[in-house]
C-alpha cells in the first residue's frame, strides 16, 4: 500500500518561493492521445515530430530534481502512449519526486498500470467530463466513459491516489452533481 504523506508534496515553502522552485511541475510529455477531445487545448493527436528523446527526458528530470521539484504529473496527449514512459516515472521516482499521471483513461490496460506502478507510479487522476453520454461526446470516443471509470477503479485498487478532473462548460455544468454522486 502507498503511503499519503500528511502534507502534499506540492506544499510549497517560504524558501520555495523566495528560491522560485517549481515545486509542482505538470509535464505534456507527448501529444500522442487516443481520444478526440473537443476542448483540447493541446490538439492532441499524433505525437509532435520533434519531441524529446528518452535521453533528453532523463535529462529534464534531472535538471528538474536539481531545481528542487517535489512533485511530477505526466500528462499528453496520453502520457503512456510513449514507449519509454514508465522508464520516465523511475527516474522521477529515483529522485524522490512524487509522480501522478493525468489521463483520460481510454486503453490504460491492466499491464500498462502495472507496469508503472513497478516503476513508482503513486497517483493517477482520470478526467470525466459529466454522466456517460455527456462524456463520451466530449471526449470524442463512444466507451471511453466506461473505460476512464475502469482505470480509475483499477488506479484505486492498486493502492495509488486517486484524483477524477472535469472541465466545466455550458453542458457539462449540470451534470457535476449527478457524476459526484455516482
Given amino acids: 500500500m502507498i503511503e499519503i504523506p500528511l502534507k502534499p508534496a ?5 524558501q520555495d ?30 505525437p509532435r515530430t520533434n ?7 532523463l535529462d529534464v528530470v534531472e535538471r528538474l530534481a536539481n531545481l528542487g521539484t517535489r512533485e511530477i504529473s505526466l500528462i ?8 519509454d514512459w514508465t522508464e520516465i516515472v523511475a527516474a522521477i521516482r529515483s529522485h524522490d519526486i512524487y509522480c501522478a499521471i493525468q489521463t483520460g483513461g481510454r486503453n490504460l490496460t491492466d499491464r ?10 503513486q497517483g493517477v487522476g482520470v478526467s470525466i467530463d459529466g454522466l456517460e453520454g455527456l462524456h463520451d461526446a466530449v471526449r470524442g470516443v463512444p466507451g471511453s466513459y466506461q473505460m476512464a471509470f475502469s ?5 484505486k485498487a492498486a493502492g495509488l491516489n486517486v484524483s477524477v478532473n472535469t472541465q466545466i462548460g455550458p453542458n457539462t455544468i449540470y451534470e457535476l452533481e449527478p457524476l459526484m454522486n455516482r
Fill in 76 to 83: 499528453g496527449g496520453e502520457a503512456y502512449l510513449r514507449r
Fill in 10 to 14: 506540492r506544499t510549497r515553502t517560504k
Fill in 51 to 57: 519531441e524529446l528523446s528518452t535521453q533528453e527526458c
Fill in 112 to 121: 500498462k498500470l502495472e507496469a508503472a506502478i513497478a516503476a513508482g507510479l
Fill in 151 to 155: 482505470a480509475l477503479r483499477r488506479a
Fill in 17 to 46: 518561493y523566495h528560491a522560485c522552485n517549481p515545486v509542482h511541475v505538470v509535464w505534456e510529455l507527448t501529444l500522442a492521445c487516443n481520444l478526440k477531445c473537443k476542448h483540447c487545448g493541446s490538439r492532441a493527436g499524433l
